[in-house]
């Protein structure tokens, strides 16, 4: 272990907390070839443009061989670049920039499923007796009424005659880590992109991975968020921790799980750096406040939000190290969610998102395109989704009759993951590729697109560079100041000598807010006018003017 810097504050200094990161979901980032979809030479060609945000690490999500039915969240091989994407020395290029330009690389490690195109499973469900049979989980009957996050039974009947798990699509067989071969295979993989030299992993849905062979069936009231029953299987963090001793804790690297059903009362068994499994994790709470018990779309408040901040800092103690996001591939877009994407607002919402995604507590993950402002597009049609989720809600809520088309639209066009995954208009023209894009660009891409997001984006820079010179925007103390406020959300974070108040108008109306009478860092003077945010140093000792902590 080397040299250990404790803040005054009580944390222990790694640079995972103090880095700002940024998601590439490289089928939508940069078309290098003309073939429509996003590729690994993309990314390198468009590197400046995530450089010059001043990121410290990039996520890539998976790069892998995959049959796709699900985006490359189903592997095929995991030692092998998707042909799509390009070639292993095309990976290996791309690490290679990434880390000359002072960055550094996450990847992505999906390893609760495999792809059923994996080999693996090709033996395992060649027969009863394969040596593989026992890398997934089998069964001669149906054992209980476990369902697929993305709909129908989590059980499907193979040639075989018995049936096997997937928590996900059918398509997406659930591994057994009950068998150590199945860990091992897992570790060589990891050790295989870890010696190439990646600096950790984004684990999808890492807290699933162990089941309860019991087989209960699902309770009553956790059966519309059976996530919370698959995050809690018996050895998840005797796995994770026999994960930690025998790979990640034989590099410097970070790893951030995927933390979907996992309560904040258990997330300190994740993360608590005492116990040696996960570094952080992603929390739901913060973008699960617009949706309602089924998961379908309700509207939202900001006290409601503002909540889930506070009670995730009272939650953890100074052992445990928080994640900041809004949006990710799985996600809609920011500014149509959280902000207001109408032609007037647009902007300065956007910037107000980044504003509070970069002073708050937790390492920061940006997800591509928020940077320029994207928004969600209006969907009318079937046919324009891609994803497998909202294809099979289609299935359940509209042809079978439970839901008008309309009352499906209106709620796709509020959750559906498709709005995440259009690809990045780099110029007014789209500028994403040469040859037909695999997923259209969203409509508006001539008003919305790299080029006219540019003030979003200086916005960003600006942001980022103050927390990388601030230690109090990283490791300082929460404190929201005015919880119960429908349209203002401020926040102190302070920290041994410095502090800083962050005000952000979440509205189109101007505010009366009692302000600091000091010039802010970021953000304009006078009242606080619509969707503007200020970020404002507060002074330790009262100045002779009275502005500052003793003020506010
Ligand atoms: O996501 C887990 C997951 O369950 C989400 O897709 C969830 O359903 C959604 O966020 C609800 O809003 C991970 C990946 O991020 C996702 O892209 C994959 O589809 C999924 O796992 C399966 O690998
Ligand atoms: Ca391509």
Request: glycine share 8%; aromatic share 14%.
């Amino acid at each position: 272990m080397p040299h250990t810097e404790i803040t005054p504050n009580g944390y222990i200094r790694r640079w995972w907390k103090e880095a700002v990161v940024y998601q590439v979901y490289p089928r939508s980032f940069y078309d290098s070839n003309g073939d429509g979809i996003g590729d690994l030479r993309g990314i390198i060609e468009k590197l400046d443009h995530i450089k010059g945000l001043g990121v410290d690490v990039i996520w890539l999500s998976p790069h892998f061989d995959s049959p796709n039915a699900d985006n490359g969240y189903d592997i095929r091989d995991y030692r092998k670049v998707g042909a799509e994407f390009g070639t292993m020395q095309d990976f290996d290029d791309l690490l290679a920039a990434i880390k000359a330009a002072g960055m550094r690389l996450i990847i992505d490690l999906v390893v609760n499923h495999t792809s059923d195109e994996h080999q693996w499973f090709i033996e395992s469900r060649s027969s009863r007796d394969n040596p593989k049979r026992d890398y997934y989980i089998w069964s001669d009957h149906k054992p209980n009424d476990w369902t697929s996050i993305f709909g129908g039974p989590a059980w499907t009947k193979d040639e075989s005659g018995d049936w096997y798990l997937h928590l996900f699509d059918p398509k997406q067989p659930d591994l057994n880590w009950d068998n150590r071969e199945v860990r091992e295979g897992v570790y060589d993989i990891m050790c295989f992109w870890l010696d190439k030299g990646v600096d950790g992993f984004r684990m999808d849905v890492i807290p699933f991975i162990s089941k309860d062979k019991t087989f209960p069936n699902l309770p009553d009231k956790l059966r519309a968020k059976p996530q919370y029953i698959y995050a809690n299987g018996p050895k998840v963090h005797d796995y994770l921790h026999e994960m930690n001793r025998e790979v990640l804790s034989q590099y410097d690297v970070m790893t951030v799980g995927e933390a979907f059903g996992v309560t904040l009362e258990d997330t300190p068994k994740l993360i608590d750096e005492r116990r040696q499994e996960l570094d952080m994790i992603f929390q739901f709470a913060a973008v699960e406040v617009d949706r309602g018990p089924d998961g379908r779309w309700k509207p939202w408040t900001l006290p409601e939000f503002k909540a889930v901040f506070t009670r995730q800092d009272q939650a953890l103690d100074t052992h445990c190290w928080p994640t900041f996001f809004l949006s990710n591939h799985d996600n809609p877009r920011i500014v149509s969610r959280f902000g207001d994407d109408s032609p007037q607002w647009r902007e300065k919402s956007a910037m107000l998102l980044a504003t509070l995604t970069l002073t708050m507590k937790g390492t920061p993950f940006i997800y591509q395109g928020d940077e320029m402002g994207m928004t969600n597009r209006n969907f009318t049609d079937i046919n324009q989704f891609n994803d497998l989720w909202t294809k099979n809600a289609w299935q359940e809520e509209v042809v079978s009759g439970k839901w008008s088309e309309k009352a499906f639209f209106a709620n796709q066009n509020k959750v559906s993951r498709d709005h995440a995954r259009m690809p990045i208009p780099w110029t007014t023209e789209g500028g994403f590729t040469t040859g037909t894009p695999w997923f259209a660009l969203n409509p508006n891409f001539a008003e919305v697109n790299a080029e006219s997001g540019r003030a979003i984006y200086d916005h960003y820079a600006r942001l980022i560079a103050l927390r990388h010179r601030e230690p109090a925007l990283v490791y300082g103390d929460y404190k929201d100041i005015a919880p119960d406020h429908p349209q203002v959300f401020a926040y102190r974070r302070t920290f041994d000598t410095s502090a800083f108040l962050i005000i952000l108008n979440f509205s189109s109306q101007p505010v009366i807010f009692d302000l600091p009478d000091s010039e802010p860092v970021i953000g304009g003077s006078g009242p606080l006018q619509g969707w503007e945010s200020r970020i404002y140093r507060l002074q330790d000792a009262p100045s002779p003017c009275g502005a500052g902590r003793g003020r506010e």
